[in-house]
């Protein structure tokens, strides 16, 4: 795990700089999107260690399809996406979790092992695997 900011991120890149600790005055590390399950923009780089993002949260307001995402380490998330395309390399998605450190997650399309789009109000509720 590498923490930091970016400045030049694009999902159309193949890689981005990441400078630690938020200095940019610092030497950044070019990180190669190939070797990443995600890129997580967060609220800070601290975080909090105890939280544990809710892979059941209930439903929430967000933009576009609520999604439930499972990547191949067996991590879950849900949230919104508007820009899920399975045939590209990566999407936005947007936690549902109202007390995650995450803004935003980049998800890498090849650390998936299932995208589900949700179609209830609630946890529990009817997918369809895309």
């Not at 975080?47 to 399809?65: C, F, I, L, T, Y």
């Not at 999604?67 to 991590?75: N, Q, S, W």
């Not at 935003?104 to 895309?130: C, N």
């Amino acid at each position: 795990m590498l923490k930091g900011t970016t400045r030049d991120f694009s999902p159309n890149k193949p890689d981005f700089h990441v400078y630690p600790n938020e200095d940019l005055g610092a030497k950044a590390e070019k990180v190669s999107l190939a070797r990443l399950k995600a890129v997580f923009f967060v609220k800070t780089l601290e975080g909090n260690k105890d939280h544990v993002e809710g892979s059941d949260a209930p439903g929430g307001q967000g933009q576009g399809r609520r999604i439930r995402v499972v990547f191949k380490d067996g991590e879950v998330l849900m949230g919104f996406t508007v820009g899920y395309a399975p045939d590209r390399p990566g999407f936005f998605f947007v936690p549902c979790d109202p007390e995650s450190n995450n803004l935003r997650i980049f998800v890498i399309r090849a650390a998936v092992a299932k995208v589900e789009f949700l179609t209830g109000a609630q946890p529990g509720e009817r997918s369809r695997s895309v």
